[in-house]
């Protein structure tokens, strides 16, 4: 099961969803109860898991759905990946209303995400930057490395983003997570092990002595 977000907005009744799943009606049952309407769908990548609900969402609340333009082959293949991974039923591939980029995307005037491209679980994984509170999608887990060897994931380029992220982020930044739970950067630098482990594995060829 992986987590969908919804972040409350300074405005009044608006919010964001990241990552929308495949519990559409949860979601759906959620945003009613907190009495807020989405004014965006932000998808840290575009695995079927995280964008299975983007688009009836869409449809609904007449809002854009974002996603880095590296995940486009991706998007396209999601129902393929989900019949590989045997999960039931289809979904609905969403249109792609706002392309993400390295930067800043602002909202109503004044609240922002920072969009940080990530790439190497999928090409176009991003991390979203909301206040002190970070969406990591598959980049970053509290608990594990994280590593699925899906089509399109690249172990080196994974590396590279997760140590590029650490130096950039706070660290009391709460990271929050596509699956598992959340937790405090600092935190997880120093008790995942899984994650040091997989940061310090050298990709030189081991040579084998005369």
Known sequence: ??????????????????????DLGRIEETLAHLQVRPVGIFCTHAHFDHIGSAAPLRDRFAVPVHLHPADGGLL?????????????????????????????????????????????HTPGSCLLQFRDVVFTGDTLYRD????????????????????????????????????????????????NHELHRFLHVSDAPVRSQP
Do not use: W
């Open 144 to 191: 594990s490395a994280g590593v699925v060897n899906f089509p399109g994931e690249n172990q080196t380029m994974l590396r590279g983003s997760l140590l590029r992220a650490f130096e950039y982020l706070p660290e009391s930044s709460l990271i929050c997570p596509g699956h598992g739970g959340a937790g405090i950067l600092e935190e997880i630098k120093h008790k």
């Open 1 to 22: 099961m992986s987590n969908t977000y919804i972040a409350l907005l300074d405005q009044p009744g608006d919010c964001i969803v990241i990552d929308p799943g495949l």
């Open 76 to 120: 396209a293949r999601a129902n393929f990946l989900m019949m590989v991974c045997k999960a039931e039923g289809r979904i609905d591939i969403p249109t792609v209303d706002v392309e993400l980029a390295e930067g800043i995307d602002l909202l109503n005037g004044q609240d922002t995400i920072r969009v940080i491209h990530a790439p190497g």
